[in-house]
């Protein structure tokens, strides 16, 4: 400053001042002298790289942007603009525009190791975690004991689904520094990722130690404690994480979990609650908010929830799904197709949506997709009996009994004991119009073991036996079956299993055409 006063029109004593007040985060001042120095020699990069540096630390972004533009075109070879200026990007998220200027200052300076580090940290953000690893693996080579290098490639490996290379990062951290609590938070997630619970909470357990409001560290141990069935210890380690941090969003969210899983749904619902405060996008939070309105019956709280996430991330088919589902249990068919649909064109092979859509065209009697579905069905799940029992319905309802026969037989090969197949068969063999598809014999036989699986008290089945009795002209034994599956029959069903009951009374079998049945 003194030497100002002698010399006031000296550009490097106004630099000089600038460094060290900069140094010293006296930033306003010295983007003053940066500023100085620079109307006295407006053609200097490296001042405008300063001054940057110096915007950038007060989150002046738009200013230290600009800067660092002039200084690179004053200065195309100035490495270290090039860098200073992808620390701005990635410190705004612009990751792409990172890892070029990082990579334009290594081609100046491949040595530069923390441009090495930096860029691989941008393409672990961007989820280019093989090019990171590269980037992190070239950066040990010249510090092969650099924790935060270890730790992050460490991250990167596990993010690969590669833990047991990236356990060993974490060690070799630890061994470096045993009380690295990064790399001990670090191994402990690994541990709880393999499924190695107690080497997790033992990790857990010295991060805590070392600090003690870690809440990340508390509420994955609490994570860790409720695999091994300590529930009411995770109860304690969430409540505690929320005690040194009140916007540990996890934590409320878990919390709420374990009580909806108790069945203590109010104080779940106060959880959620709480971090939804915190974080109102908080996907997980909004699902679990939505688990806990359903049993508290409050639908369209429910489906509002549902709704929000769907808006939040509308490419997430689990909450379209979830929003059908809801609209199925207020009896919206065509709402709750709509949405499965939509889950469906998002993931093809989303099996609960597919399923529950071949369950609500049945019921809107919509046979030709039910067929259509249920064989996307199978190409996904070709041993899945259900879905054979539910397009072998579809067809009855087209009144093709042949195809409906071969699809309960093609059950029938999967699973001989399936009391579904057996009763869905017996009836096609009792029942049927087609009389090549009628078999009486194989109907009762087949009618018998599906009673005798279900404890003869499934009326439905019932039902049939007592049409594979009278297919057999044993009319007593129909009269008989049929009068106890009337009694056990649900009160819209009973008009049906009269009329079949008058008809063995009068001698004669059920060859009328065969309905679809509904067997739950």
Known sequence: TKALEVEPQHVGLYIERGLTR???????????????????????????????????????????IADMDRALELDTQLALAWYNRGNIHAQIGR????????????????????????????????????????????????????????????????????????????????????????????????????????????????????????????????????????????????????????????????????????????????????????????????????????????????????TRIVKIDPDRPRGLYDRGMIHLLQGDLYACLSDLTATLELNPEFLDALRARVDVLLEMKLVDRVIEDCGRLLDLRPREVETYHKRGRAYMLLGDFTKARDDNQSALQIDPENATTLNNLAWIYACSPEEHLRNATAALEHARKACELTNWKHEVYLDTLAAAYASNGMFDEAIEWQTKALELAEENEQSDYQTRLELYQSGQANVDEPRARSVS
């Open 22 to 64: 900069a140094n010293a985060n006296e930033h306003e001042e010295a983007i003053a002298d940066f500023s100085k120095a620079l109307e006295l020699n407006p053609e200097h990069a490296l001042t405008y790289m300063y001054r940057g540096n110096s915007y950038s630390d007060l989150n002046k972004i738009k200013e230290a």
């Open 95 to 306: 990751h792409r525009q990172a890892i070029d200027d990082y990579s334009r200052a290594l081609d100046l300076e491949p040595n530069r190791i923390s441009a090495l580090y930096n860029r691989g940290n941008s393409y672990s953000e961007l989820g280019q975690y093989r090019e990171a690893i590269e980037d992190y693996t070239k950066a040990l080579e010249a510090v092969p004991n650099d924790a935060s290098i270890l730790n992050n490639r460490g991250n990167a490996y596990s993010a690969l689904g590669d833990h047991e290379t990236g356990l060993k990062d974490f060690q070799h951290a630890i061994e470096v520094d045993p009380e690295d609590e990064v790399a001990l938070f670090n191994r402990a997630n690994t541990f709880h990722r393999l499924c190695e619970f107690p080497k997790a909470i033992a990790d857990y357990d010295r991060v805590i130690q070392l600090k003690p409001d870690h809440d990340r560290a508390l509420t994955y141990r609490g994570n860790s404690l409720l695999e091994v069935d300590k529930i009411d210890e995770a109860l304690a380690d969430y409540t505690q994480a929320i005690e040194v941090n009140e916007e540990a969003l996890r934590a409320f969210n878990n919390r709420g979990t374990v009580y909806l899983n108790r069945g203590e749904v109010n104080r779940a619902l106060e959880d959620f609650n709480s971090a939804l405060e915190i974080y109102s996008d908080y996907i997980r939070a909004l699902h679990n908010r939505c688990e806990a309105y359903l049993a508290l019956g409050r639908l369209e709280d429910a489906k509002a929830d549902c």
